[in-house]
């Protein structure tokens, strides 16, 4: 089997609630999505999306995407794409960094071999260690009261766990995380997340004020190095995101015991063989994970869940459910929620199909 075409397609995902707002005042409104799919000679075609949180939270962005695409695709074409090995080593010698160039590559790759195999992509992954996958909610940054309704509705359609947007001005952070801990159940699971907001001070400030309340602290400031000092000072469970790129960054944060759980973003990683082994070195050390990516719809949510029921569920602390924070629908057999779960397809592959007349002509179509 070899590959002989790469398309891509940009797909705007619109937001039911409008705006999406994080910390230091950054915000999307319509998300810049990208879906590939990689061809072959035996008629067999994978897909996959990737879709980056704007451009002002990791370094990524929608049209670098495509712009990196168009770079390494014509290197893959005639390579076999259930090498995946090869195919990932040819990416890594075509295109230094950029791994969540690679990502929406590799992903297609493993729908390609699920569906040689017959067999559901998280069956390659390790096999169901789980039926269903709790999700998370995250809640978009808002003054403190409109933070608690939000989390109060959400609790209503089945969700137990959320992730607060906070990293902004410390005392609004302190007043948005008591607020929503004094209207959840001791059973719910509330994240403070930062996205590297605060400064070491503020940081140091937000996990003082609070150390009475049942909630984790999520990557409160940009660097690992910050990040392990405000995690000296508390006895909070504590979570690292955006530091944690690759195997490295994994295996320096369990030498420097900076974090009890991590966020393990799929594309931010490079695709599913890296997100793979970055998830068995969790399990083997005894570290839960939140599995996801920086942004998608359908199938990017259907990838998460296809690595999430892959992995045992003491180690899977949450899922994300992205399609269903967006308006449109890109793809049919993705995953969709029921009283705060999901589950991945049996079907083989992703178990999913783009709704590809809907896109528009290619973004870019390299091969024949």
């Keep these: 089997m070899k590959i ?136 978009s940054q808002q003054p403190p009261e409109q933070m608690a309704r939000a989390v109060a509705g959400y609790r209503a359609e089945g969700y137990t766990k959320f992730q607060l947007k906070v990293g902004g001005n410390a005392d609004e952070d302190i ?43 999520e990557q409160p400031c940009p660097s690992f190095e910050e990040c392990l000092s405000v995690r000296r000072r508390t006895a909070l469970p504590f979570v690292l995101d955006e530091v944690i790129t690759d195997v490295e960054a994994l295996l320096r944060g369990l030498a420097e015991d900076a974090m009890d759980i991590i966020n393990l973003k799929i594309s931010k990683v490079g695709g599913l063989t890296k997100a793979r082994l970055i998830r068995d070195l969790c399990v083997e050390s005894g570290i839960p994970m939140t599995i996801e990516d920086t942004w998608g719809g359908d199938i990017v949510t259907a990838t998460i869940a296809h690595l999430a029921r892959s992995t045992p569920a003491e180690f899977c602390f949450s899922a994300t ?24 397809s049996d079907a083989p592959g992703l178990g999913v ?4 007349e809907s896109f528009g002509a290619p973004a870019l179509s390299i091969g024949g």
């Design 4 to 139: 002989t075409a790469i398309k891509a397609w940009q797909v705007d995902l619109p937001l039911k609630e409008g705006r999406y707002s994080w910390s230091n005042g950054n915000f999307v409104e319509v998300f810049d999505a990208t879906v590939v799919a990689v061809e072959t000679d035996d008629g067999v075609t994978g897909y996959a999306e990737c879709c980056p949180l704007g451009s002002a939270y990791l370094p990524a962005y929608g049209a670098g995407v495509r712009a990196g695409l168009a770079e390494i695709a014509p290197k893959l074409i005639g390579l076999d794409p259930t090498n995946l090995g090869e195919m990932n080593r040819r990416m890594d010698a075509a295109l230094k960094g950029h791994a969540f160039v690679k990502a929406p590559i590799d992903i297609a790759c493993w729908d390609i071999l699920g569906k040689v195999a017959g067999l559901p992509v998280h069956a390659l992954l390790g096999g169901a260690a789980q039926d269903r996958v709790a999700l998370y909610r995250a809640i």
């Design 175 to 217: 007043a948005r995380i008591i607020a929503c801990r004094d209207i959840l159940h001791p059973s719910d699971v509330l994240v403070a997340d930062a996205n590297t907001g605060w400064t070491r001070a503020e940081a140091a400030r937000v996990v003082a004020a609070v150390s009475d309340l049942d909630v984790y602290i």
């Design 321 to 344: 459910d992205f399609n269903s924070y967006g308006t449109r629908d890109i793809a049919t057999g993705a995953p969709r929620r029921l009283d705060g779960f999901m589950t991945a």
């Design 353 to 356: 199909t783009p709704l590809i």
